[in-house]
DNA sequence: TTGTACGCGTTATCAA
DNA sequence: TTGATAACGCGTACAA
């Protein structure tokens, strides 16, 4: 609440000699140092960050646009990079483009030009051609998280190889009939990230020679409600033919396949498997065996390499790669894939399924949760009344 | 980019005329109004934030302070805030306290003094005496959203109601054996919302006749993975005296009791009724019977009323009441109690079974979805190979 | 209707 | 090591 002029008078010494104390600058006696800050510290003087950044240019401040923030990716990177910039002192303008609505404009040509911020952490968007030249007319250090954005830096895991990953942990199961359950770009704006994850699906399914259609995908729009009745549809019908491993681009939609499973009375993997891409909050619980990344540290570490833009003043370099870490979490949703007497197969050239199946589980990355010896998946049938 | 001195040359006025056309000040002929919107618009030109929250000591930014941001209820109050904010032309500073650490000190005695915001919202917070003091010392106008605060206006359901009315659920389907899965302050702060809502719970066992004492309290903690693991202890025991109805704080609490009860091979809603409170985003694929609130909604609300405030230059009125609605929504997870021939009771007095089984199951409220023919629920035998 | 000039609270430059 | 003082970019009485 007291303004500089008042703890100086108080310190009996002049503004500037207060700020040089309070920024920790040299040229100022240990004494009068100490005194200073005794003193600010006892007023409860807080330099005003409208003055302060008036003076200086910096806000100390960086912005984070996000599309909703209750997801929970979004809230998890949130966190990040809130963590990392509260640690240096930092304080975090958060723009939500709260699904569709009309504030996208507002946000874009509005907000974010105001001077608050001294750059801006993009989380994992698709953005029209208009927005995209909205963030580079900020003229500030721009990094995004999540997807690619054209003439930004981003971080990432490897979408591509996450999908590969986790469908060949059920081709190594011996699973045959294995279906992408995929989810898309919101707002009807195109956007990669959903295409690399169905091309790492692809990639996977030809090199084991197993085929993929139009019927092998599935679309869940990355939410559980979409992705349960989708599932529900696919397992319905002939067993020997419905699919017996489902991999889901996103742990949300990967609950809505367990509970469609549980619901057509399947069991979960002894009928049917399914693997997920997150680690979300709940797939330990759900014993969801998943492609595990950490959007935590994918925003504290954004953050940081921002930060460090900023305090050289420069962009965000765009050149080096920086991608993030994924991992196998193998629970209890994936097994060995039934073996069904007679089974007619699809389209499938080559490979026999016998050797995939001799070759049984195969943790790759090796399960960083030990396997619990917890009975019954989702939808074992009771053992007692 | 450009500064206003730019425009009002390019405009061919003084800098003052461009202020005034800008924000819509009356004393400029409509002319030069449009001539002046017309090239500021065409430079892109947006008025520093610092100049001028220095010059008219409002900011247009209101701050947001949450404990954690990944959570379902935090997330989506602070969607809410951010959508009524966002359409009124302010800007959300997000305070995240994130998880225990350090941060707090920081954020109250530092982050919340620069002066960037003109109000505040408080999530739902356990607070220690010193935070609610520099609470108070920002002398801005503050609102809570959740949870009582000392010396603040809140806008939150009514919480003991909330659970009373959850419990009398169960209570009018012919449960008995109701446990009550409760939440916990945080931070070992003290904190009311956990205690009001075990005090609903009482209040309608009691009202019933029915015996509570602390084999009816399971605390998980507000987390799915804690719950789940109580809930499967509670569940494990003598058929004839373990509980027949759950009644969970919070919905991610309901979820850990519903794959509790899947894993140990029972039947929801047959052998075991599980409610929750909030209808979480996964409420409804779960089936999950609940008590809705909507932490959108009170977000909205509560930014409004500080906006509100802020526009006469005042506190917000702590006098009136601010509750918002809560209401039961029927799903599959909940159904009569089974019938259990000699099953004996705890310490139950009163009223006899017959009389409230037999009035069946009383959706009060009405469900807001109705129940669907869905046939299985989580734990369903399967009926297929 | 429009322009001039001062003040908002800090930081930074330049002398002392 | 310190202290005046000029920016920083804008809003607004006041004067024209």
Redesign the pocket.
């Given at each position: 609440m007291p303004?500089?002029?008042e703890v100086a008078a108080r310190a009996?010494?002049?503004?500037?000699?207060?700020?040089?104390a309070?920024?920790g600058?040299?040229?100022?006696?240990p004494?009068?140092?100490d005194r200073v800050l005794a003193i600010a510290d006892d007023m409860g003087?807080v330099?005003?960050s409208?003055?302060?950044g008036?003076?200086?240019g910096r806000n100390m401040a960086i912005g984070v646009l996000v599309p909703v923030v209750h997801r929970w990716f979004f809230a998890s990177a949130i966190e990040g990079v809130d963590r990392q910039l509260r640690a240096r002192g930092y304080d975090l303008d958060l723009y939500s483009l709260g699904g569709h609505g009309t504030n996208r404009e507002r946000v874009f040509h509005r907000s974010m030009l105001r001077k608050r911020i001294d750059g801006l952490v993009v989380l994992c968007m698709a953005l029209t051609d208009d927005e995209l030249a909205a963030l580079h007319a900020l003229e500030q250090p721009v990094i995004v998280v999540g997807g690619p954005v054209e003439g930004c830096r981003h971080i990432s895991i490897d979408d591509r190889a996450a999908l590969r990953d986790a469908t060949e942990h059920l081709i190594g199961l011996g699973h045959e009939r294995i279906v992408h359950l995929a989810g898309g770009g919101s707002f009807g704006i195109d956007f990669s990230v959903p295409r690399l994850r169905a091309a790492g699906f692809e990639d996977a399914m030809t090199a084991a020679g197993l085929p993929v259609g139009p019927a092998s995908t599935l679309f869940g729009d990355y939410e559980a409600r979409t992705s349960k009745d989708v599932v529900a549809r696919a397992l319905a019908g002939d067993p020997a033919q419905r699919p017996t491993g489902v991999v889901a681009s996103s742990d949300e939609m990967a609950f809505g396949a367990l509970l469609a499973a549980a619901e057509a009375g399947l069991r979960v993997p002894e009928d049917v498997s399914v693997i997920g891409v997150d680690d979300h909050d709940f797939s330990e619980v759900f014993g969801l065996t998943t492609i595990r990344q950490d959007p935590i540290a994918a925003g504290e570490r954004a953050a940081g390499l921002l930060l460090a833009a900023l305090e050289k003043d420069a962009a965000v370099p765009i050149d080096q790669p920086a991608t993030e870490p994924h991992e196998l979490v193998v629970r209890r949703s994936t097994g060995r894939a039934p073996v069904l007497a007679g089974a007619a197969q699809g389209a499938g050239s080559g490979s026999g399924s016998g050797e995939r199946a001799a070759r049984g589980p195969i943790d790759r990355t090796g399960s960083r949760i030990p396997s619990r010896p917890v009975g019954a998946g989702l939808s074992r049938t009771r053992s007692r009344a």
């Open positions: 303004s500089i002029d009996g010494v002049s503004t500037a000699t207060v700020s040089r309070l920024r600058r040299s040229g100022v006696s004494e009068t140092r003087y330099a005003s409208s003055a302060a008036l003076a200086t």
